[in-house]
């Protein structure tokens, strides 16, 4: 999809920092980084990782041109051994991750990087644009998709993205969310999203009348026909002129696929619709309904009895209007020094903001009976989760709420995709993706994906990660 050299999309004080790195002697150590995330939009209790893709098209990519060189030198910052470093750069580093389309939960590392410190420090910003903003549009897709309960919904946002990469992968990761598809056709062209459309208000305005607007529209799209009813009136004209050209594209051998409502009540319009499309025989026309809608509207249409088959979701979504910000962090966890990991922690005057230290592995425990995942487990690299014993799990922040796990099968969720700079993971299709991201929902209880007071998902730390970290805590307090 994307031939630009993004490398320069960076902080500057990346920049400055492997510059200063390189002076000091310590570019080359080598270092370990966890994303992750803090807090879910919504006040949810989980989100969707994505954005894994073009993470890696990135740090394939990496590349430092002649250009770049020419406007670092001209910042007067930079040694001219820092300079000839980019210009000979080679990504190097270990990267494991969370495959796309996995639930994920406050501060289990999404990502982890290995490698020397000038280089780790490097890719931050752009690991934690495209993980952010994708996780964040396919978070609010799921949310948005659950409410309309099987109906399908179509990604509409294209004009209220912000700018046009917000656009295109904004309706990638909703796609990942469960959309049925989108209005964006570069999306589809670059990764077979399908792309759905009917008409817009101008259509109807150009032509003498409403109905010979949609004789037209019908004309050209006899198995493809939803008609756009509210242009002047959905119920004296819109549903009573669509009305009489499905019967007219009957008599043809067609059958019209639907209205689409873009205005006004869209619970009482669609029941008055539906009865009319139904008393003219018409009880296969679907009713589409558009305009501003997100996860709570749409549940409350359903709640009202609305006669709507499918939902067009534009600006609150591909914005994430209610929450428009993914706060992935890309903390230092670990240095390597002679072969041995030592591990780092930041600490806070917000309890939220403590970092859990060294290398480390995250872990899912699924019941075995239910299928249903039970905790997540972050353990140290070495660790491995014995699932033929029983588990103890605790809340790390409610300490006295403990339980005892039996019956389990335990995964680990990171999985290697560079190994010493080499990409080793090959990408799934988009499909493929969204088939995985609705599997892994289905292990995850209702009560965890409630929109409102969500039941807390149980994200553990290993015994031996929990002594370390209060042991480094109570050193450096």
């Known amino acids: 999809m994307d031939e630009r050299n993004l490398t320069m999309l960076v902080d500057f004080y990346e920049l400055t920092m492997g510059n200063g790195f390189l002076e000091n002697g310590c570019g080359e150590e080598i270092a370990y980084f966890d994303m992750f995330y803090r807090k879910a939009p919504d006040d949810a209790a989980y989100a969707i990782a994505a954005g894994l893709e073009q993470v890696i098209a990135y740090l394939k990519k990496l590349r430092f041109t002649e250009e770049d060189i020419a406007y670092l030198r001209g910042k007067k910052l930079f040694c001219e051994a820092f300079l000839d470093y980019l210009r000979h750069f080679r990504f190097s580093c270990d990267v494991w991750a969370i495959l796309e389309g996995t639930p994920v939960f406050p501060s289990e590392p999404i990502l982890t990087v290995r490698g020397p410190a000038m280089q780790a420090q490097l890719i931050e910003t752009m690991v934690l644009l495209s ?7 396919a978070t609010k897709a799921n949310r948005i998709v659950t409410a309309a309960q099987g109906r399908p919904v179509m990604e509409f946002g294209s004009r209220r993205a912000q700018g046009y990469d917000g656009a295109v992968y904004g309706a990638r990761a909703a796609y990942i969310g469960g959309v049925a598809g989108t209005a964006c056709a570069i999306a589809d062209r670059a990764f077979g999203i399908p792309a759905l459309g009917t008409m817009a208000h101008s259509w109807v305005q150009l032509y003498d009348s409403e109905l ?25 004209s819109g549903v009573p002129n669509a009305i009489t050209v499905f019967k007219e594209l009957e008599a ?12 006004g009540d869209m619970a009482y319009l669609s029941k008055k619709a539906r009865k009319m499309l139904d008393a003219a025989g018409l009880d296969y026309v679907g009713i589409v309904a558009s ?31 209610s929450e428009p910000v993914f706060g992935g962090v890309y903390k230092l966890a670990a240095v390597e020094k002679d072969g041995q990991i030592i591990p780092k922690i930041k600490i806070s005057e917000n309890a939220v903001k403590v970092t859990n230290p060294s290398f480390k592995t ?25 699932d033929t014993q029983p588990y103890e799990i605790f809340d790390p922040i409610h300490t006295y709420k ?22 080793v993971y090959e990408s799934p299709t988009l499909p493929e ?41 109570d050193r450096k307090l």
């Open 131 to 137: 993980i952010n903003h994708q996780s964040l549009i």
């Open 212 to 236: 010979e607007a949609f004789r037209a529209y019908a004309k050209v799209y006899p198995d493809d026909c939803t008609l756009l009813v509210d242009t002047y009136s959905v119920l004296k």
């Open 252 to 263: 043809q051998g067609h059958r019209g696929r639907g209205i689409r409502i873009d205005s």
């Open 291 to 321: 305009n501003s809608l997100d996860e709570y509207i749409i549940r409350d249409l359903i709640m009202q009895g609305a006669q709507i088959t499918s939902f067009g979701v534009g600006e609150r979504l591909v914005t994430s209007k």
């Open 362 to 386: 995250v872990w899912r425990l699924f019941d075995n009976e239910s299928g249903k995942a039970v905790a997540d487990v972050l353990t140290l690299h070495d660790e491995v989760i014995d």
């Open 402 to 423: 403990r339980k005892t796990v039996t019956n389990f099968t335990a995964k680990r969720l990171q999985v290697p995709v560079f190994v010493k700079g080499e990409c």
């Open 433 to 473: 993706i969204q088939k995985y991201c609705k599997e892994q929902l289905e292990t995850i209880w209702e009560e965890v994906k409630r929109f409102e007071n969500a039941q807390t998902y149980f994200v553990d730390l290993s015994q031996k990660l929990w002594d370390l970290k209060y042991q480094m805590l």
